[in-house]
């Protein structure tokens, strides 16, 4: 990371220094939570977690070779340097803005409640074939991640690709404050989250309390198909660049060619110009979010064929819509996450495939109030996408699987449906249900920890 001493970081984080006064002025290494990734010179900064306290691993970081630790204990008499500070969280916040201001770069803030991976990854791609780039790895996309991936921005980095996760009020300023972003992407405004937000009104304006802390100068880009997205008028006054399917909208598609589980070909039309770009990853919504990565591209100067190559070179990414050929069956692995949206697409995505299909779902959470209808409706698409065998595990897939129950009853469909209650019981009986050469489709909520199900699937 760029140069940033001690005393610049106790002042950023309104911290007291303490320890020898003639090492105020070193500079740390790189800034870490996690205290096996600690080496010389870091400074490590103790959060409290659910289950672990940073604070007991302190003395253990100054014996491997930190620079300093930032704490909300009083550490007495120690024998290095550390910053007290009345919270570590909201230190690691204030450390990481003022970092990011100390920063020549831009920044690309995306958000929205479904496809901020995807679209993540994307963008990252399209401008990868112009600037180097730095992007959000992981699920580090919230209070605590955001702030880590700023720190690794370097001197050689051009852009930084930010996603931004949220489910409440507030959270989203508070990340805006520390990315600064130059371009602001919202994806859509969907039902995740509701338990915390309320309606998706309640979504729409915590998604937005992005533009808060964007670049006056800067570029909001929305989705135009997005009812709620479409018309918004920001407070701070930028007009929206919007994207979508519609052609009236300045960046849209035109001669849409599905493929398929091999992808999609479409043209993609900006304000001055078109071309042409193969999507190698399935699904419809992929559409959208090649779109906005070529406003994004177009924003920060890039030719249609930069954009092209981006578009053409981004590939799948473990839990989101990968596609893994197994020797008895192909598999594709979208249990990242899970919301009802985001599932209807990847049952669409499995429709594709031209063999026997095999759905397996999971739980979806923090659906609020409306959780078990959400569940029951997913089931009914997943009947009416066509898909052959349909399994659901956990509690709330009860309602997916009468959902599709109900679906093939009343309209005559033929459909194998089974739910379980644990991932156990469908281990037991998974040989009776899925048949070689199926494509399987594993996705739920992040907490379901499905991916088990993909290795089970894959090391057949």
Not at 32 to 40: E, L, M, N, T, Y
Not at 72 to 87: F, K, M, N, T, W
Not at 334 to 348: E, H, R, T, W
């Amino acid at each position: 990371m760029k140069h940033m001493s001690l005393h610049e970081i106790a002042a950023a984080c309104k911290g007291i220094y303490h320890g020898d006064p003639s090492k105020a002025d070193k500079e740390v290494s790189d800034v870490v939570i996690d205290s096996r990734k600690a080496g010389k010179d870091s400074l490590f900064v103790a959060i409290r977690g659910a289950r672990v306290d940073g604070h007991t691993f302190i003395p253990k970081v100054m014996e491997a070779g930190a620079l300093c630790a930032v704490s909300e204990q009083d550490l007495g008499d120690a024998d290095y340097p550390y910053i007290r500070v009345e919270s570590c969280q909201q230190a690691l916040k204030d450390i990481a803005e003022h970092y990011r201001r100390s920063l020549d770069i831009k920044v690309v803030g995306i958000s929205g409640s479904v496809g901020k991976t995807s679209t993540k990854e994307m963008i990252a791609s399209v401008l990868s074939q112009k600037y180097n780039v730095l992007k959000t790895e992981g699920n580090f996309n919230n209070e605590i991640g955001l702030p880590l991936t700023v720190f690794n921005i370097r001197e050689e980095h051009e852009v930084a690709v930010l996603e931004m996760g949220i489910s409440n009020f507030g959270e989203m300023t508070r990340l805006a404050k520390v990315a600064r972003p130059d371009i602001c992407v919202i994806t859509n405004i969907g039902v995740a989250h509701m338990e915390n937000l309320g309606s998706r009104d309640g979504i729409l304006k915590a998604k937005t309390e992005m533009f808060g802390y964007m670049n006056p100068e800067g570029t909001i880009i929305l989705n135009g198909d997005d009812d709620k997205l479409r018309g918004f008028t920001p407070s701070n006054g930028i007009a929206p660049v919007y994207f979508g399917l519609d052609p009236s909208l300045p960046y849209h598609a035109e001669q849409i060619e599905n493929r398929g589980l091999k992808g999609t070909d479409a043209v993609f039309v900006t304000p001055s110009s078109s071309f042409s770009a193969h999507i190698s990853i399935p699904g419809s919504h992929m559409v959208w979010n090649a779109l906005a990565g070529t406003a994004v591209g177009c924003a920060l100067g890039m030719t249609d064929e930069e954009i092209a190559r981006g578009i053409e070179a981004n590939v799948p990414i473990a839990g989101r819509n990968n596609l893994i050929e197994g020797a008895r069956y192909t598999v594709i692995d979208d249990c990242y996450n899970a919301n009802p949206a985001s599932m209807k697409s990847s049952l669409d995505v499995l429709a594709c495939a031209d063999t026997r299909t095999a759905a397996i779902l999971g739980d979806m959470f923090e659906l609020g109030a409306k959780e078990k209808e959400m569940h029951y409706e997913t089931g009914v698409h997943a009947a009416r996408a066509g898909i052959n065998v349909l399994v659901c595990i956990g509690d709330l897939s009860a309602q997916t699987a009468r959902g599709a129950q109900d679906t093939c009853k009343a309209e005559g469909r033929d459909m194998v449906i089974r739910h379980y209650g644990s991932k156990p019981e469908f281990f037991k009986d998974m040989h009776n249900i899925l048949k070689s050469g199926d494509t399987v489709l594993v996705k739920a909520s992040h907490g379901m920890e499905f991916p088990e199900i993909v290795d089970r699937l894959t090391q057949e």
